[in-house]
């Protein structure tokens, strides 16, 4: 292993290989292909990094600022926190690595691969975005990673992984990894289709949860359900928490209670700026931030240390989804403690849970102890009106310009209005009558339309009706008819 390398794992707290690390880091230094199932939390992201950097800096005959490796991430979130470890991994290494993914400048994320890149770590839309203008050549990438593969699948990027797989180079000619949480018959399909015989590794099938992750689990019902948790976090000894719904609604009503009683938590759900997002996680990260309330976009990949509980505040519908959350919690050898609160709303999720995992969730049954009133206020969503507004400008107004025809900043009214209506006037009598024709009688004074003007009562219009049809026994106007009959007289 290069020394740059191995001084930056050092220096990032990397000492000791997880199984899943002491499996795959061998083959992956041997060149070979690689499908991985682990546990979440087992340090996948440093098993597939440690020997792509190793080949890199081996590459006598690499080109620098030339992309040799892409990394495809499902979730904005795990791109950051991919790109966050191989900084520090590669902190000594003099390697370029680029994060992208959407919600942030697209310029910007173009400037930083026109100037050269060696590392990309990106969401699946932004990578095709790039490619269709011409601005990432996957050409010469020579190492391909798909991490959370089965996430991808469920969230629909099968047709856009298949479509940047394609214009890669061929499976021959690069070296490519998967990992996964869970494998399924869909990935493995992937995996035989764009992989070089690669070599399985199944870490821990038959246990789903980390062995240090200690599991609770209380009935309540819906109306107690806040009660609950706050009389859960007054007894439990917490440093930082994340607690996980299943709605976003449920993100802003849980934040705002939690704020309300005193509590210094924050919610991040899909809904959230980007910018927001991860200004939030950074936060959280830092330790400025206690108490997290999130839905499943949080619940995979992300690597926060000392994260002593993860609440289940809903059962999840999606069984995988009860590993991923539970796994923000004990990672890489530390202990942690993981607590679900079964309603009667969500109470039908939990025998596929526990079949998922194959064995039952302990019960902790709460007395009335644990049950603290909730101190904040009715919580009363903020409505938008109908209809987006566009460039600041507000309901039933024009760009740029205030109700009365202001514009915005004092500056003077427009010249431009719009013109008035013209209205019809009747024409002038002329003063010799016209003759009428000679095949027409002149019209009566009873018969002549009254003047126009003032009063006068307005002229019905005319309707158009269609012309109805002939009967069966009366021919058409269109159809030539018979002649009549010729006078005897005549003849």
């Known amino acids: ?41 087992t340090g996948k992201t ?44 590669g902190r000594h290494t003099g390697l370029n690595i680029v994060a992208i993914f959407g919600g942030v400048d697209y310029g910007k994320q173009a400037k930083a691969l026109r100037e050269g890149v060696d590392i990309i770590v990106g969401t699946p839309g932004r990578l095709i975005d790039y490619m269709k203008q011409r601005v990432l050549d996957p050409k010469g990438l020579r190492f391909l990673v798909i991490d959370e593969a089965d996430r991808l699948f469920d969230m629909g990027f099968v047709a856009d992984l298949r479509w940047i797989l394609r214009r890669l180079p061929n499976y021959d000619q690069r070296q490519s990894m998967l990992f996964s949480a869970t494998l399924n018959y869909k990935v493995m399909e992937l995996t035989y289709e764009y992989m070089n015989l690669p070599v399985e590794i199944t870490m821990a099938r038959d246990q789903r949860t980390v062995e ?76 400025e931030l206690k108490i997290l309330v999130a839905t499943n976009v949080a619940a995979r990949g992300l690597h ?30 530390a202990v942690g403690k993981a607590i679900t609160l079964c309603c009667d709303e969500y109470a039908t999720h939990l025998p596929f849970v526990e079949q998922y995992l194959g064995c039952k969730i302990p019960v902790a049954w709460a007395d009335d102890s644990f049950f603290l009133p909730d101190q904040a206020p009715v919580y009363r969503p903020r ?15 024009r760009r ?24 019809s006037q009747p024409a002038a009598p002329s003063a010799e009558p016209q003759a009428a024709p000679p095949d027409q009688a002149p019209h009566t004074p009873a018969e002549q339309a ?5 009063g006068a009562p307005a002229a019905k219009k005319r309707r158009h009706r269609r012309p109805r049809r002939p009967k069966a026994d009366q ?6 008819q018979a002649a009549p009959p010729a006078d005897p007289a005549q003849a």
């Open 304 to 333: 926060v240390e000392d994260v002593s509980h993860v609440i289940n505040f809903d059962v999840p519908a999606d069984p995988e989804d009860y590993v991923h959350r539970v796994g923000r919690t004990a990672r890489a050898g």
């Open 475 to 480: 021919p058409s106007s269109d159809q030539p």
């Open 1 to 41: 292993m290069p020394e740059p390398l191995l001084r930056g794992l050092h220096e990032s707290g990397y000492f000791q290989c997880t199984p899943i690390q002491e499996m795959a880091i061998p083959l992956g230094m041997a060149g070979r292909d690689i499908a991985g199932q682990a546990q979440t939390g």
């Open 383 to 397: 409505r938008r009106e109908p209809g987006p507004e566009r460039y600041g400008e507000r309901r039933g107004e």
């Open 212 to 287: 240090q992750v200690t599991q609770e689990m209380y009935h309540c019902s819906k109306k107690e359900k806040l009660n609950l948790l706050l009389g859960i976090l007054q007894r439990e000894t917490w440093t930082r928490v994340m607690i996980f719904t299943n709605t976003r609604y449920a993100v802003d009503w849980l934040t705002f209670k939690l704020q309300a009683n005193g509590l210094p938590a924050d919610g991040i759900s899909g809904s959230l700026d980007q910018r927001k997002r991860l200004s939030l996680m950074e936060r959280f990260k830092a330790n």
């Open 46 to 89: 440093a098993a597939f990094l440690v020997p792509i950097m190793s080949h890199i800096l081996r590459d006598t005959g690499r080109r620098p600022g030339v992309a040799s490796c892409l990394i495809i991430a499902p979730t904005r979130e795990l791109a950051v926190q991919i790109h966050d470890d191989a900084q520090a991994i």
């Open 400 to 423: 740029g310009e205030r109700q009365g025809g202001e514009r915005q900043g004092g500056e003077r009214q427009s010249s431009r209005s719009r013109r008035p209506r013209q209205e």
């Open 450 to 454: 009254p003047p126009a003007g003032e």
